[in-house]
């Protein structure tokens, strides 16, 4: 069974940094891709970032290109993102997932719990 638990997260203010952690079960860390999404209010849920297992190739949404960092500690079956240069646009629930590509498209496909992250003005 695929499992992803995540933590870190909070207030932050603005450009601040923030680091979320995402551990994921045996097989879930074994998947095609590990990525997170965020979903703002009134929003729907979008792609950040995603890391590919077998060269650990990562991707980015343009929003967050050059301030968020995706890694993975094979040894530890974990997935961060770095968050840094936080703007209040940022603020969002943060969601990690098993991904896979289709196409050009990067689709959850099994999800951790979502936590929130809030960054001041």
Same mark, same amino acid.
């Given at each position: 069974?695929?499992?992803?638990?995540?933590?870190? *997260?909070?207030?932050?203010?603005?450009?601040?940094?923030? &680091? #979320? $952690?995402?551990?994921?079960?045996?097989? +879930?860390? /074994?998947?095609?891709?590990?990525?997170?999404?965020?979903?703002?209010? *009134?929003?729907?849920?979008?792609?950040?970032?995603?890391? &590919? #297992? $077998?060269?650990?190739?990562?991707?980015? +949404?343009? /929003?967050?290109?050059?301030?968020?960092?995706?890694?993975?500690?094979?040894?530890?079956?974990?997935?961060?993102?770095?968050?840094?240069?936080?703007?209040?646009?940022?603020?969002?629930?943060?969601?990690?997932?098993?991904?896979?590509?289709?196409?050009?498209?990067?689709?959850?496909?099994?999800?951790?719990?979502?936590?929130?992250?809030?960054?001041?003005?």
């Amino acid at each position: 069974q695929e499992q992803l638990v995540e933590s870190g *997260g909070g207030l932050v203010q603005a450009g601040g940094s923030v &680091r #979320r $952690s995402c551990a994921a079960s045996g097989r +879930a860390f /074994s998947s095609y891709g590990l990525g997170w999404f965020r979903q703002a209010p *009134g929003k729907e849920r979008g792609f950040i970032a995603a890391i &590919r #297992r $077998s060269d650990s190739t990562t991707y980015y +949404a343009d /929003s967050v290109k050059g301030r968020f960092t995706i890694s993975r500690d094979n040894a530890k079956n974990m997935v961060y993102l770095q968050m840094n240069s936080l703007k209040p646009e940022d603020t969002a629930v943060y969601y990690c997932a098993v991904v896979i590509l289709t196409g050009t498209n990067w689709i959850g496909v099994n999800w951790g719990q979502g936590t929130q992250v809030t960054v001041s003005s």
